[in-house]
């Protein structure tokens, strides 16, 4: 059993909103809608750039601030060391949002106790996403953790699912991955051989997290 984390067993999106909220406010602009979207939407932009190799993990992070304080009103620091400083405001607060989505920890508990092993892939930094990991509880969750920064793979690179199952020493066909992304987590996994679950919190009436884990370990019962 494979897993993402970001937005899969762990609340990123409640937790970036709550900081980013808490963040603006603190500027003294008004955490809007439109505010709101705006830090969004450069974080999605600023961290693809990231991704895909165009900027350090630091410098989206400066891209976001430069891209955002004027929309809010807000004077820009001259240097990076100052847009340093000011972003570790927001980071303070994000981190002080961290929640697993409600189930989460139990069902990896179930899934171990059935005899599962258990993998996860994130992209991200190993600092952070670790940090995540300590911080929620999941830090001896899983028999195997891939970040992309260590392992050198993003998804949907195939590398990074075949790594995961290679430090797991069971074949890609084996592996069932669970993740909220289409491209990245679902034709990810599917491109190597991994059968693939989208979860998505967001949609209303969506079934929770271990529904639908155990439907798709139903299925493949099923089908073998």
Same mark, same amino acid.
């Given at each position: 059993?494979?897993?993402?984390?970001?937005?899969?067993?762990?609340?990123?999106?409640?937790?970036?909103?709550?900081?980013?909220?808490?963040?603006?406010?603190?500027?003294?602009?008004?955490?809007?809608?439109?505010?709101?979207?705006?830090?969004?939407?450069?974080?999605?932009?600023?961290?693809?750039?990231?991704?895909?190799?165009?900027?350090?993990?630091?410098?989206?992070?400066?891209?976001?601030?430069?891209?955002?304080?004027?929309?809010?009103?807000?004077?820009?620091?001259?240097?990076?060391?100052?847009?340093?400083?000011?972003?570790?405001?927001?980071?303070?607060?994000?981190?002080?949002?961290?929640?697993?989505?409600?189930?989460?920890?139990?069902?990896?508990?179930?899934?171990?106790?059935?005899?599962?092993?258990?993998?996860?892939?994130?992209?991200?930094?190993?600092?952070?996403?670790?940090?995540?990991?300590?911080?929620?509880?999941?830090?001896?969750?899983?028999?195997?953790?891939?970040?992309?920064?260590?392992?050198?793979?993003?998804?949907?690179?195939?590398?990074?699912?075949?790594? @995961?199952? =290679?430090?797991?020493?069971?074949? !890609? *066909? +084996?592996?069932?991955? &669970?993740?909220?992304? %289409?491209? $990245? /987590?679902?034709?990810?996994?599917?491109?190597?051989?991994?059968?693939?679950? @989208?979860? =998505?919190?967001?949609?209303?009436? !969506? *079934? +929770?997290?271990?529904? &639908?884990?155990?439907? %798709?370990? $139903? /299925?493949?019962?099923?089908?073998?």
């Amino acid at each position: 059993m494979c897993f993402d984390l970001d937005g899969t067993l762990f609340d990123h999106a409640g937790a970036a909103r709550a900081g980013a909220t808490h963040f603006i406010e603190g500027l003294g602009s008004a955490a809007t809608e439109s505010a709101l979207d705006a830090w969004s939407s450069a974080k999605a932009e600023q961290f693809e750039r990231w991704r895909s190799g165009q900027i350090s993990f630091q410098g989206q992070r400066r891209e976001r601030l430069r891209a955002v304080l004027p929309r809010l009103g807000a004077e820009l620091p001259r240097d990076d060391d100052a847009l340093d400083r000011l972003f570790e405001g927001y980071l303070r607060s994000y981190r002080a949002s961290w929640r697993l989505f409600p189930g989460s920890a139990s069902l990896l508990r179930e899934l171990r106790v059935g005899g599962y092993r258990l993998g996860l892939l994130t992209n991200g930094t190993e600092e952070q996403q670790r940090d995540k990991l300590g911080r929620t509880g999941l830090d001896s969750a899983f028999d195997a953790v891939c970040v992309s920064e260590h392992i050198g793979y993003q998804k949907p690179d195939a590398r990074a699912f075949l790594t @995961l199952a =290679d430090e797991l020493d069971v074949d !890609a *066909a +084996d592996c069932l991955f &669970v993740g909220d992304d %289409a491209d $990245r /987590d679902i034709a990810g996994a599917r491109a190597v051989g991994m059968r693939a679950v @989208l979860v =998505d919190h967001s949609a209303a009436g !969506a *079934a +929770d997290l271990r529904t &639908v884990v155990l439907a %798709a370990l $139903r /299925d493949d019962e099923a089908i073998r």
